[in-house]
């Protein structure tokens, strides 16, 4: 997921790592927006799609953003759905999917332990300017929203879902998704396969990329 004004964490994502996703991966750039609508669109060979979903494009307004590009692509021939934040830097998207995924919703878990810290999740981050505390129902764990791997039971279980969560105007998406997740019996996985550093700034992107995919030790 990303926003309008993030542009150069995606260009820098279309000319790092993105390079070498399996070919049996789509790419999707999720918005909000105005309007809805799906553009298909390609930079140097790299073949993605620009989805905009009619929601505030806000960092409160997450969770809607990713329901509805759920519900766009539900129907599709999709066995999971890996939804990472702009600011997220993949080690090996080349290789994770040697390794079987396993189970249906994967990630690195995250126990509540203190409600209030949860609650003011987005009261700490700078560039936002936010002071308002989470009202919403919280699980007892959650998969941390920077990478998470989504099996189609999951995704269908959040499409169907009809709770105050998928509603809410204020919301901290990894929590509202863990929380609806947990309502309907499906536990975390822990990912073991899948490497990332984040959050990354857009001028490391290209360390890391000459790091883990150019500049990669190959055994003889």
């Known amino acids: 997921l990303t926003f309008e004004n993030n542009i150069g964490f995606k260009l820098a994502a279309l000319d790092t790592y993105l390079k070498h996703i399996p070919d049996n991966m789509d790419i999707y750039f999720i918005y909000g927006g105005n309007i809805s ?3 298909h669109c390609k930079r140097d060979g790299i073949s993605y799609t620009d989805v905009y979903i009619k929601t505030p494009d806000s960092i409160s307004n997450v969770h809607k953003k990713l329901f509805g590009f759920f519900k766009k692509i539900i129907n599709k021939d999709y066995t999971h759905t890996l939804k990472i934040d702009d600011d997220t830097f993949l080690y090996n998207v080349d290789t ?5 995924i396993s189970g249906d919703y994967v990630g690195n878990k995250v126990l509540i332990t203190d ?4 609650r003011n999740k987005f009261c700490t981050l ?19 929203g920077e990478c998470v791997i989504f099996s189609k039971k999951s995704m269908q279980t959040i ?3 009809k709770g105050k ?9 990894d929590v509202a998704i863990g929380n609806i997740l947990q309502k309907s019996s499906i536990k ?3 990912n073991k396969f899948l490497n990332y550093e984040h959050p990354v700034q857009i001028e490391k992107f290209f360390n890391l990329y000459d790091k883990h995919y150019v500049n990669e030790f190959i055994p003889t």
């Open 37 to 39: 609508r799906m553009i």
């Open 96 to 100: 994770f999917l040697e390794h079987k």
């Open 115 to 118: 409600e209030e810290f949860v």
């Open 126 to 144: 700078k560039n936002y300017k936010i002071r308002k505390a989470y009202q919403g129902g919280l699980p007892n764990q959650y998969c941390s």
């Open 159 to 161: 499409v169907s879902y």
């Open 165 to 173: 969560e998928k509603y809410e105007k204020f919301s901290i998406e």
């Open 188 to 190: 975390i996985n822990p």
